[in-house]
């Protein structure tokens, strides 16, 4: 009998996992582009990440998105990690190897760039500051890229300031740092204001800092896309500023994973929008 090819398994692991969108989004791609694979949410608690991770590739899995709160367990449990993902301390990506080695990325950063350059495209790094809420992971993640494309100064603040001082540490002195009492003023003079923390998401606290420093010259976007006009956007939006929503930035750190998994870049446009939006 004719041994028939593997179909290629796919999936994302976090702990709880029913509200991703990852499935959405990478089941539309595989339809899409008529490739036979599948990809699965996976609720891994984790006392069991390592031995998930292990017996994986076994059944056929190629690779594996990482979310909370697992990204920066799986980078401490891969054999191969990314200068890009060693840099921001967590994996949002695992590409399990032919030779049985775990290869971990983060593609956090890079898919935050694809999004301001697809919604946002007269932004330029080199413009001027940045001024970015939050000091999570994401906020790591989006550091990181921001400082690879030049932009000069990056103004920080978090409700808890060790946790800001911690990435000026990693990052260097193009961080300056604000008190969350006085976030609002660091806004002025920005070119870009990003909201990286959970506040303003569905089921958390509001967002409440003061935002009378946005101007219409501004390009503000926020990581929370649930909802997708978040009351930080829409204040942003009714100063002028051009606004970016968070769904954008998950559907281009999806990609290069995609790619890595059935060997095809996949396109993010408005059907891939709607899809994910269940529209």
Not at 65 to 93: F, M, S
Not at 132 to 151: H, N, S, T, W
Request: aromatic share 6%; hydrophobic share 45%.
């Amino acid at each position: 009998m004719t041994e028939l090819p593997r179909i290629p398994l796919a999936g994302v692991i976090g702990h709880p996992i029913a509200h991703s969108r990852s499935p959405a989004l990478h089941g539309f791609w595989l339809k899409r582009y008529g490739i036979k694979g599948h990809y699965i949410p996976m609720d891994v608690a984790p006392a069991d990440l390592k031995q998930a991770l292990a017996v994986l590739p076994k059944v056929g899995f190629v690779g594996v998105n990482v979310t909370l709160p697992h990204k920066e367990a799986a980078l401490a449990l891969a054999d191969v990690v990314t200068d890009r993902a060693a840099l921001i301390g967590a994996a949002n990506t695992l590409i399990f190897r032919k030779d049985g080695k775990i290869h971990a990325d983060n593609t956090d950063g890079t898919g935050f760039v694809a999004n301001l350059r697809q919604h946002a495209p007269k932004w330029t790094a080199a413009a001027g500051p940045a001024a970015i809420f939050g000091a999570g992971g994401a906020a790591r993640a989006v550091i990181a890229a921001l400082i690879e494309l030049g932009v000069p100064e990056i103004r920080l603040s978090n409700r808890t300031r060790h946790r800001a001082e911690a990435l000026r540490a990693d990052f260097g002195a193009r961080i300056q740092i604000t008190d969350w009492v006085q976030a609002g003023n660091m806004v002025q003079g920005c070119t870009l204001v990003i909201n990286t923390t959970s506040l303003g998401m569905a089921g958390k606290a509001d967002f409440r800092v003061p935002l009378d420093a946005i101007t219409p010259d501004m390009v503000v976007t926020d990581l929370v896309y649930t909802p997708l006009m978040t009351p930080f956007l829409i204040e942003a939006r009714d100063r002028g500023a051009q606004i970016v929503d968070g769904l954008g930035m998950l559907l281009h750190q999806a990609t290069p994973g995609f790619e890595r998994w059935f060997n095809h870049r996949p396109e993010v446009d408005d059907q891939t929008r709607a899809a994910v939006l269940g529209l």
